[in-house]
């Protein structure tokens, strides 16, 4: 069983900063791209950036320049630090990794139970 736990949401100001983190743990052989998804009240989930398994980001075109996607791969985390935080930006936020777990070959997409990040003054 492989379980992803974000933390670090919560309320912040415009114009302010926050950096959310995503540890993946369990029967982990190998992980292969890690990201982070958002979901505002009303939309569809979308992708808000992820990272390869060689350090490779992409980021949708709404957050490039304000948020940064690193991973740590020897404690098996993603981190989003989010900088000039919009209004727009509030929406719970979904850590997501495809991970082969070590009693198969396979890699499964496996997600956590999201974080809410809410900007307003």
């Known amino acids: 069983q492989v379980q992803l736990v974000e933390s670090g949401g919560g309320l912040v100001q415009p114009g302010g900063s926050l950096r959310l983190s995503c540890a993946a743990s369990?029967?982990?052989?190998?992980?292969?791209?890690m990201g982070w998804y958002r979901q505002a009240p009303g939309k569809e989930r979308e992708l808000v950036a992820d990272?390869?398994?060689?350090?490779?980001?992409n980021y949708a075109g709404s957050v490039k320049g304000r948020f940064t996607i690193s991973r740590d791969s020897a404690t098996n985390t993603v981190y989003l630090q989010m900088i000039s935080l919009k209004p727009e930006d509030t929406a719970v936020y979904y850590c997501?990794?495809?991970?082969?777990?070590?009693?198969?070959?396979?890699?499964?997409?496996?997600w956590g139970k999201g974080t809410l990040v809410t900007v307003s003054s």
């Open positions: 997501s990794a495809f991970v082969r777990a070590a009693t198969t070959q396979l890699f499964m997409r496996y």
């Open positions: 990272i390869n398994s060689v350090g490779i980001p």
């Open positions: 369990g029967s982990i052989f190998s992980i292969g791209t």
